[in-house]
Protein backbone atom coordinates (compact mmCIF):
# COMPACT_ATOMS: atom_id res chain seq x y z
CA UNK A 1 0.00 0.00 0.00
CA UNK A 2 1.39 3.70 -1.15
CA UNK A 3 1.54 6.22 1.83
CA UNK A 4 0.90 9.68 1.19
CA UNK A 5 3.63 11.99 2.23
CA UNK A 6 3.64 15.22 2.29
CA UNK A 7 6.91 17.55 1.27
CA UNK A 8 7.48 19.62 4.38
CA UNK A 9 10.21 23.00 3.45
CA UNK A 10 10.91 25.47 5.99
CA UNK A 11 13.61 27.96 4.62
CA UNK A 12 15.39 29.33 7.35
CA UNK A 13 17.52 32.39 8.37
CA UNK A 14 19.99 31.34 10.87
CA UNK A 15 21.23 33.52 14.04
CA UNK A 16 23.84 35.54 13.40
CA UNK A 17 23.01 36.16 9.84
CA UNK A 18 21.89 39.83 8.55
CA UNK A 19 20.05 40.35 5.23
CA UNK A 20 19.23 43.60 4.03
CA UNK A 21 16.19 43.29 1.50
CA UNK A 22 12.80 42.16 0.32
CA UNK A 23 12.46 37.99 0.99
CA UNK A 24 9.83 36.37 -0.98
CA UNK A 25 9.01 33.02 0.32
CA UNK A 26 6.94 30.25 -1.37
CA UNK A 27 7.15 28.02 2.03
CA UNK A 28 7.45 27.86 5.98
CA UNK A 29 9.82 30.67 6.76
CA UNK A 30 11.68 30.78 10.21
CA UNK A 31 13.87 33.80 10.94
CA UNK A 32 16.24 33.83 13.74
CA UNK A 33 18.79 36.16 12.41
CA UNK A 34 18.32 39.87 11.40
CA UNK A 35 16.68 41.55 8.30
CA UNK A 36 16.25 44.68 7.02
CA UNK A 37 13.28 44.70 4.52
CA UNK A 38 9.91 43.28 3.91
CA UNK A 39 8.67 39.91 4.28
CA UNK A 40 6.28 38.59 2.04
CA UNK A 41 5.93 34.64 3.10
CA UNK A 42 3.35 32.37 1.70
CA UNK A 43 2.97 30.03 4.35
CA UNK A 44 3.45 30.42 7.92
CA UNK A 45 6.24 32.88 8.92
CA UNK A 46 7.97 32.17 12.48
CA UNK A 47 10.31 35.12 14.10
CA UNK A 48 12.49 33.21 16.60
CA UNK A 49 13.87 34.69 19.61
CA UNK A 50 16.99 35.99 18.67
CA UNK A 51 15.45 37.49 15.19
CA UNK A 52 14.64 40.60 14.60
CA UNK A 53 13.01 42.91 11.36
CA UNK A 54 12.92 46.12 10.42
CA UNK A 55 10.34 46.14 7.88
CA UNK A 56 7.05 45.32 7.13
CA UNK A 57 5.77 41.42 7.03
CA UNK A 58 2.88 39.98 4.84
CA UNK A 59 2.24 36.20 5.70
CA UNK A 60 -1.50 34.24 6.71
CA UNK A 61 0.20 33.16 9.63
CA UNK A 62 2.75 35.18 11.65
CA UNK A 63 4.66 34.00 15.32
CA UNK A 64 6.36 36.41 16.80
CA UNK A 65 8.85 35.68 19.96
CA UNK A 66 11.57 37.94 18.37
CA UNK A 67 11.55 42.08 17.79
CA UNK A 68 9.71 42.84 15.00
CA UNK A 69 9.26 47.19 13.65
CA UNK A 70 7.40 47.49 10.78
CA UNK A 71 3.69 46.50 9.96
CA UNK A 72 2.11 42.98 9.71
CA UNK A 73 -0.21 42.14 7.45
CA UNK A 74 -2.35 38.82 8.02
CA UNK A 75 -5.42 37.42 6.03
CA UNK A 76 -4.84 34.30 9.03
CA UNK A 77 -3.51 34.45 12.56
CA UNK A 78 -1.33 36.35 14.54
CA UNK A 79 0.64 35.17 17.88
CA UNK A 80 2.77 37.79 19.85
CA UNK A 81 4.46 35.24 22.08
CA UNK A 82 6.03 36.00 25.64
CA UNK A 83 9.37 37.24 24.29
CA UNK A 84 8.06 39.39 21.39
CA UNK A 85 8.66 43.08 21.05
CA UNK A 86 6.31 44.25 18.31
CA UNK A 87 6.26 48.51 17.57
CA UNK A 88 3.89 49.04 14.04
CA UNK A 89 0.19 48.28 12.70
CA UNK A 90 -1.27 44.89 13.12
CA UNK A 91 -3.74 43.48 10.49
CA UNK A 92 -5.18 40.13 10.90
CA UNK A 93 -8.60 38.38 11.00
CA UNK A 94 -7.71 36.98 14.54
CA UNK A 95 -4.27 37.80 17.17
CA UNK A 96 -3.46 36.29 20.18
CA UNK A 97 -0.78 38.29 22.89
CA UNK A 98 0.45 36.51 25.73
CA UNK A 99 1.30 37.51 28.82
CA UNK A 100 4.85 39.46 28.80
CA UNK A 101 4.52 39.92 25.39
CA UNK A 102 5.75 44.13 24.22
CA UNK A 103 2.94 45.71 21.43
CA UNK A 104 3.35 49.14 20.62
CA UNK A 105 0.82 50.34 17.95
CA UNK A 106 -2.79 49.96 16.77
CA UNK A 107 -4.13 46.46 15.84
CA UNK A 108 -6.75 46.08 13.38
CA UNK A 109 -9.37 43.14 12.87
CA UNK A 110 -10.69 42.55 9.96
CA UNK A 111 -12.42 39.03 10.03
CA UNK A 112 -12.20 38.63 5.84
CA UNK A 113 -8.56 40.40 5.46
CA UNK A 114 -7.17 39.64 2.14
CA UNK A 115 -3.62 41.34 2.52
Request: hydrophobic share 35%; with cysteine; charged share 15%.
Amino acid sequence: MKKNTKEVVVSLLNEGTQFTGDIESQDDLCIHGWVSGSINACRKLVIGTTGQIEGDINSPSVVVFGVVNGNIFSSGFVSLKNTSQVTGTITTAQIEIESGAEFNGDCCIERNANV
